[in-house]
């Protein structure tokens, strides 16, 4: 693609649509997007803006704005968006809806306009896969999912890329759910099998956990030594998916530790005295090499996932370069 075609002039917006994230946005483009912001957030080069998140007395919705900095990658910007639970039955909408601004650093014009609802699965997905590739025991065979929600599958497809997975096993607490994660698993060749919790630790090497719970499934009596374990379905105060006392017996990874501690999995360890903040790695250290990461086959690694600002901003910048080097940037003079 010529340089001219990717120009973009001083008075352009870009914008892309959410009908042309899917087409545009791989799996791997924002495993590597996550992956570098996060080890920006690591180095210092980063950082995340307090997030807003209000209950606005109409539609029962949440709504709120993500943002934050990234100097290393000159991304600056903000996801506002949030839940709004009457969507699908009122409007044939789906109940998250969220758009991600980016602005231009030097000048602070308006650079983009992205839409947010694929990304924000992609980069979720992309956010416990980079946790596993860089955290789990190279030889793990077997993956195992806690939860079978919209989430789920995404996060599947992109953890089976990051080691040899040969078995899937999940637990659901919803079990009739599981049979469309069963098709998700199929459907990248890996074999299926729905189990009890005490089978899932006792055959995972690797567990995602991705529910919207506020009481713990998953206990530590279920998780064998030398498991890496992805808890991303805790992102507001007082839900949990795991017991506090896991925490504990691992070593604990996080995204942003401030974030881990208030509305993380960790919230509930960090609050009963169990593990101190200090004890909480960011998982960019460990990507830039600052801490070991897993340091023996019998560690149990712990991510807490509790999604940030930055990797909405990394992925949704992602996005316009692919939009502008394929030509279906669409802009608009602003
Ligand atoms: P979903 O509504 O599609 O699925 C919810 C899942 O939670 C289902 O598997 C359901 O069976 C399970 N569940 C519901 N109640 C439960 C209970 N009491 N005990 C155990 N499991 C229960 O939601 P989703 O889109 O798949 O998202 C799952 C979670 O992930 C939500 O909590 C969401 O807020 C969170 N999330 C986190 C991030 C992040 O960056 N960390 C990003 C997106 C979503």
């Not at 709504?63 to 039955?89: I, S």
């Not at 991705?210 to 009481?215: D, G, H, K, L, P």
């Not at 560690?299 to 992602?318: C, R, S, Y």
Request: proline share 3%; net charge negative.
């Amino acid at each position: 693609m010529a340089d001219g075609a990717t120009k973009v002039a001083g008075n352009e917006v870009i914008i892309v649509p959410e009908s042309e994230i899917a087409g545009l946005m791989t799996a791997e483009a924002a495993f590597e997007a996550v992956e570098a912001v996060f080890a920006a957030m690591a180095a210092g080069d980063a950082y995340n803006f307090p997030v807003v998140r209000e209950a606005i007395g109409h539609e029962d919705a949440l709504y709120g704005f993500k943002g934050g900095f990234d100097q290393a990658g000159l991304t600056l910007g903000l996801k506002a968006g949030g839940y709004w639970p009457h969507n699908l039955e009122r409007r044939n909408l789906i109940n998250h809806q969220s758009t991600v601004f980016l602005f231009d650093p030097d000048s602070g014009r308006m650079r983009a306009m992205v839409g947010g609802n694929l990304l924000t699965a992609l980069r979720t997905a992309a956010a416990s896969s980079v946790s596993i590739r860089h955290l789990s025991r190279p030889d793990s065979k077997v993956l195992g999912i806690v939860g079978a929600g919209h989430q789920s599958h995404f996060q599947l497809r992109a953890a089976a890329k990051q080691r040899d997975f040969e078995k899937v096993v999940a637990w659901n607490y919803h079990p009739d759910m599981l049979p469309k994660l069963a098709e998700t698993a199929a459907a990248i060749g890996l074999p299926f099998e729905s189990v009890s919790l005490e089978d899932l630790g006792a055959q995972a090497d690797v567990i995602i956990t991705i529910t919207s719970a506020f009481a713990p499934s998953l206990m530590d009596a279920h998780v064998k030594p030398g498991t890496h374990l992805a808890c991303m379905g805790t992102d507001t105060k007082g839900k949990q998916e795991v017991e506090a006392a896991l925490l504990a017996r691992a070593t604990v990874f996080t995204d942003e530790v401030a974030q881990s501690i208030s509305i993380g999995e960790a919230q509930h360890a960090v609050a009963a005295g169990l593990i101190a903040e200090d004890a909480i790695t960011q998982i960019g250290a460990a990507i830039n090499g600052t801490h070991p990461g897993r340091s023996s086959e019998n560690e149990i690694t712990l991510f807490d996932g509790t999604g940030v600002g930055l990797q909405d901003l990394a992925v949704a910048a992602k996005v316009v370069d692919l939009a502008l080097e394929k030509g279906i940037a669409q802009r608009v003079a602003f």
